[in-house]
């Protein structure tokens, strides 16, 4: 059964223990609460969690540090994060803070 966290602009829905949608606008109305959805759905994904970045249609700084975030908290739980179809907007920010090396983006 998949899980449907909704905030004002934005999605995080659980497609199964180790995937997971987000979709909409990621900026500072939507960031915290879909940061603490996110670690919640790491802490119960096993080895390895994805995140379908596919329907996200607009990204503050904020969607940055979100996923920063949940990669950092990935790692102390020994969850391998992928990125799937992260938006060209996304990529380019990711591209010029020098991050590239630390996602694991697809």
Do not use: C
Request: no cysteine; proline share 2%; charged share 20%.
């Amino acid at each position: 059964m998949a899980t449907n966290i909704t905030m004002s602009h934005a999605k995080l829905i659980a497609i199964n223990p180790q995937q997971a949608q987000l979709s909409g606008r990621l900026d500072r109305l939507t960031g915290k609460e879909l940061l603490e959805q996110g670690r919640r759905l790491i802490a119960k994904s096993g080895s390895q969690w994805q995140v379908d970045l596919a329907e996200v249609n607009h990204s503050s700084s904020v969607g940055i540090a979100l996923l920063l975030d949940w990669l950092r908290y990935s790692q102390r739980k020994e969850v391998k994060l992928e990125l799937l179809n992260v938006p060209q907007k996304m990529r380019h920010v990711i591209e010029f803070s020098g991050l590239t090396g630390l996602f694991n983006l697809n």
